[in-house]
Nanobody
Framework: QVQVEESGGGLVQTGGSLRLSCAAS????????MGWFRQAPGKEREFVAG????????SYADSVKGRFTISRDNAKNTLYLQMNSLQPEDTAAYYC?????????????????WGQGTQVTVSS
């Protein structure tokens, strides 16, 4: 059974940084794309960033380009999201998602397995 588990969320001031991690198990990590999504209260879940199976191709939502960096360590079966210059509008629950193929998808239907989420709160 595939499992993904996020960690690293917390409370940070505007302009601060956090790094989220996602540990995956249950299948060959390096064979599949991975992604990060987020959901704020009262809003739909939205794509944040995705990375191909090899790690060579990355995609970002316009709202986080230049501030967030997605990366993966296939030897450690771990996905990361480095978040810099955090703003109050980045406050949300962040979810790690394991893809269905090697290719990135910017839609939730492209992902098969999801973590429980980790809360990121940015205070103004």
């Amino acid at each position: 059974q595939v499992q993904v588990e996020e960690s690293g969320g917390g409370l940070v001031q505007t302009g601060g940084s956090l790094r989220l991690s996602c540990a995956a198990s249950g299948r060959t990590f390096s064979n599949y794309a991975m992604g990060w999504f987020r959901q704020a209260p009262g809003k739909e879940r939205e794509f944040v960033a995705g990375i191909s199976a090899s790690g060579r191709i990355k995609s970002y939502a316009d709202s986080v380009k230049g501030r967030f960096t997605i990366s993966r360590d296939n030897a450690k079966n771990t996905l990361y999201l480095q978040m810099n210059s955090l703003q109050p509008e980045d406050t949300a629950a962040y979810y790690c998602a394991a893809g269905a193929t090697v290719y990135i998808s910017d839609h939730s239907t492209g992902y098969l397995f999801w973590g429980q989420g980790t809360q990121v709160t940015v205070s103004s």
